[in-house]
């Protein structure tokens, strides 16, 4: 037994990949298609087809009617099928402890139809379980059509049950399968649980086990579900839960959570949207850890020339780190307490004259002094000099030219 089996109190594991009758889940699909299948080999209604995806169950299924029927079947069981129709009817032949005396199909199926009339007069029926019926040629499925004729009266001597993926209908559904579909007694398809099912399948699996549902968390159950939320068959089922009580075991948990099916899909290669809901189920935690346990500080407020009865001296915030702490203090430190000082920090570096408040000297005096503050005499004196180098050099211009006059020294000038 696995140790995990143990580490959980379980009889035995729950989640073997292996068509175990006891674990059998007696519900939905599986259950009615059970008792279609029983039905007709009671009745004795000849070709029964079953299809259904990879793991859906169809082996498992395949046990739960050999088990119904304990004494009164002579099962012969194929895990796979022939390659030809006269390999079917040999391989039947010595299942039936017949001993051909040729190998033509004609004697063979006349030996095959004999013991089977020797089986029903001992008040026995003959059922064949054909497993991968998917994988059969036309000239399988034509011999398996003729095994289906062999009858006595109104009573099918032979009972045959194909067990095959989807890709069996699309054989059958042939035009030229058309002969063999028309014999068939029952045809049922075994589809993908819902999560609904899924969860009472795990439940059910548990509960054989001799566990109880509490083994799984809440966290684990939504995260089984949303692996399996477009369905799920049970082989894959099993896979996951397995492997999600071997990681719990590993961490030495009492329960499967949702990490723990998320490491399990990881390991399997399971492609899901559990990652989603454990990123979710973190940040739910982290909020819920910071309503829980808030931490306040008391920071100063820089005192104003001017209080409102809306205005508290302190303010409660939630901890910052040390250096948001210190902007903060910065642009406090930088805010202006009210509206004129304000209206001066902006306007501090402008001219700022009122010829309200003084006579006309002192205006004058302030236009000088702001002047003066701008250094303007050294421009001024540049700007003089350069009038002054101007005219000095037109009027030298002028005397070294033959110019009549001054009009037509600077008509010259200008013609430069």
């Not at 007709?40 to 169950?57: A, C, D, E, N, Q």
């Not at 059910?204 to 939504?222: F, K, M, N, P, Y």
Request: glycine share 6%.
């Amino acid at each position: 037994m696995h140790m995990y089996a143990e580490h959980f109190h379980l009889k035995t594991l729950p989640f073997e990949n292996v068509p175990d009758p006891q674990f059998f889940y007696n519900q939905g699909d599986h259950a009615r298609i059970r008792k279609q299948i029983s039905g007709s080999l009671i009745s004795g209604r000849g070709l029964v087809v079953v299809t259904g995806p990879i793991g859906s169950g169809k082996t498992t299924l395949s046990q739960m009617i050999k088990a119904d029927f304990p004494e009164n079947i002579h099962l012969i069981w194929m895990a796979e099928p022939p390659a030809n129709s006269i390999d079917l009817y040999l391989f039947l032949a010595q299942e039936l402890g017949l001993q051909p005396s040729s190998s033509e199909k004609t004697f063979v199926m006349r030996d095959i139809r004999n013991a089977l009339l020797q089986i029903n007069a001992e008040g026995k029926k003959c059922l064949i379980i054909i497993d991968e019926s998917h994988l059969m040629s036309e000239d399988v499925i034509n011999g398996i059509r003729l095994l289906n004729n062999l009858e006595e009266g109104s009573t099918k001597l032979i009972q045959l049950l194909l067990l095959g993926q989807e890709e069996l209908m699309e054989q059958i559904n042939r035009p030229a399968m058309e002969p063999f579909k028309q014999r068939i007694a029952a045809l049922e398809t075994l589809g993908k649980m819902s999560v609904e099912t899924v969860q009472k399948y795990i439940s059910h699996r548990l509960q054989i086990a001799g566990g109880t549902t509490e083994l799984v968390s809440d966290t684990g159950w939504e995260a089984l579900s949303i692996a399996f939320h477009s369905g799920g068959t049970p082989r894959t089922i099993n896979s996951l839960c397995d492997r999600s009580f071997s990681v719990a075991f590993e961490r030495n948990k009492p329960s499967v959570d949702a990490q723990d099916v998320y490491e399990a899909t990881q390991r399997l290669g399971l492609r899901t949207d559990v990652f989603h809901y454990i990123i979710s189920l973190k940040s739910k935690e982290r909020k819920s850890v910071d309503a829980e346990n808030p931490v306040f500080v008391e920071q100063a407020v820089p005192e104003t020339p001017q209080t409102s009865p809306y205005t508290s001296t302190t303010q409660p915030t939630y901890a910052e780190p040390a250096q948001a702490q210190q902007s903060q203090a910065v642009i406090r430190q930088l805010k202006p307490v009210n509206r004129s000082d304000s209206y001066e920090m902006q306007y501090q570096n402008k001219l700022q004259v009122d010829i309200n408040e003084s006579p006309y000297d002192d205006f004058a005096k302030k236009i000088q002094e702001k002047y003066q503050q701008k250094n303007l005499n050294g421009p001024i004196i540049i700007l003089i000099t350069s009038i002054i180098t101007f005219f000095g050099s037109t009027a030298f211009f002028c005397h070294k030219s033959d110019a009549a006059g001054m009009i037509d020294c600077l008509v010259k000038l200008m013609s430069f």
